[in-house]
């Protein structure tokens, strides 16, 4: 079952000093970040250790356990075969960094623990983000992502209540800790990704089947936004002018194309969430001497996954369910 997606739903925010609770827009919460806003019960800011965070909405739906695994759940990942059996994390270790490790007992160690690691997914909103933040932070940023839309067994068992999210940012979350024996699933209060929405840890066991698609799906619409940013790329100078000076070296200015097709994403960046907004301009940055239709169907296919998740579903929809 799929659960309404809107990228730009109000938030609910709590205060751990004066349990004041009330509701927010993104744009409010951009400007309590930047600590031009302040709790309207006690007037902190969020520079305060105990200083209000967004929180879990009432009318979640996934807070009914019952209806957890009734949900379409999702995950993005560069992983083609998405939970994989029998991960080995080892085999990218060559000779030397096992050396290092401190030998194969250690090497065997680190392999149970990374196996130990709970696998997680999230709301639509949630994989989107994860994606842009990847796509943006790590070494990511040419890896072809795929989104995975995840349906539980319906006999999972899910742990009562939910979790403030347990992960440290690089999100280890051991599985035994959140799901003792009996548990298939734990729930918990994501603040990275889709804030104030809820996550699922779980067991690669607690996953009935996956469908998958490699996104972006690329813009083949005829005209409109991609036609338009192609020829006006198309227009303009693709040659980077001669660097002059000390820095010569260093700072070559950007071409006239390039310069463009950083506008281009930055005016379709404008358009998203603001809490989107960064990592949508340096997930579609125009990297010198790009194909501009290339990039231009690829930032559109980017920008949809926001602004148009219908027709990612329905891509989705088409796959054959792969049973895990
Ligand atoms: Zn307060």
Redesign the pocket.
Known sequence: MERRIDFWRERQMF??????GWRVDLDWIDRWEQATE???????TCEHED??RVTLDSCDPALDGDRVAQFFWYHASTQAHWPTRDFDPSAVLTPEMRRRMGGEQRVSAWVASQRAKALHVGTYEAAVHNMLRRIRDQADQRSQFNLYQVRLKPSVVVREGWLVDPANFVGDVVLDEVCPPGVDVARYLNYHEDPGGLSLALGRNAIASVQRIAVPLPDTRDGGWVRDAVAALEGVSDTAAPATGKLALRMRPPSARAVLGRQLGASLADRLPVNLRNQFRSAAVFAEGEDPERWARRTSGLFDLIDDPTSVLAALDQQDPREV
């Open positions: 205060c751990g000093r004066c349990d004041h302040t709790c309207p019960g006690c007037g902190m200083s209000p």
